[in-house]
């Protein structure tokens, strides 16, 4: 019998198709278990020695080293690709936090956003502008930093955008972003993944003291839910937003990261942005 056949396979089948053949022939003969007999491990034995030659494989011992090592390749190597892109990701991830800076409080712009040429600003004097803001209005912040993570389903997904999403779930994880100023629909994806911090309890203390209008709390999903933990402040319409000339397409909302350190400070700055 030629080995084509042997594998069920037609002649000048694609090396990769011969490699599935082989795959399910294996998967058969392991599925024997202890009823395998020694005409099922010779014949396997046979399959196999057919499928090396077929993929230019040494056959002089199935077991050999090299042919070994050459399989283990073929049947993982997909996974081990995947595992290599996580460690690169981590890694740069490590090496950045490593090299980080400490500031006293970590923003994050989070959108699709774009910015007013009227008053002559862009995407970097807005940052530096929310910076001065929060460093002007708490008293326990000296150097906060602003970082700008263009987010939206609309955006290419190629592999630096992808790289660039991944470290920011990432230092959202580690809680290395405190605050952050969301639009609608990346406030609904951060919502549903559970990273929001409720923001009931410090509202409660702020009562009396500062008071937020009902419509400008974000309770859940619902733009119309009026019970429910809070877990952020509309800013639409608020005259500081406004006066960075930062442009977006619906809601914005500023929110605290559950996995930050430093709520207190990170609420502070929220209630900078409310008075």
Known sequence: MKDHELLGVKEGTSVEDIKKAYRVKMMRYQQLGEDKTAEDEAKFNEITDAYNRLCDYKTDDPYEPDSKIRNFWDYNKEKILVILFVVIIISVFVVQLAGRVSYDLNIALIGNYGYSDDNGNDIYDIRTAINEIVKEKVLDVNEPYTDYYRRSGDLRQDSDYAARQTALVMRVEFGEIDLT???????????????????????????????????????????????????????????????????????????????????????????????
């Open 181 to 275: 100023i969301l639009d609608k629909e990346n406030y609904y994806d951060f919502y549903d993944k559970g990273f929001l911090y409720e923001l009931d309890d410090f509202i409660n203390i702020q009562k009396g003291e500062v008071s937020i209008p009902e419509n400008l709390l974000v309770r859940n999903l619902d733009d119309e839910a009026e019970e429910g933990p809070i877990y952020g402040i509309r800013l639409a319409g608020n005259d500081l937003i406004e006066d960075l000339g930062l442009v977006y397409k619906n809601d914005l909302i500023v929110c605290i990261f559950k996995n930050s350190a430093k709520k207190e400070v990170a609420f502070a700055a929220l209630m900078a942005f409310i008075d």
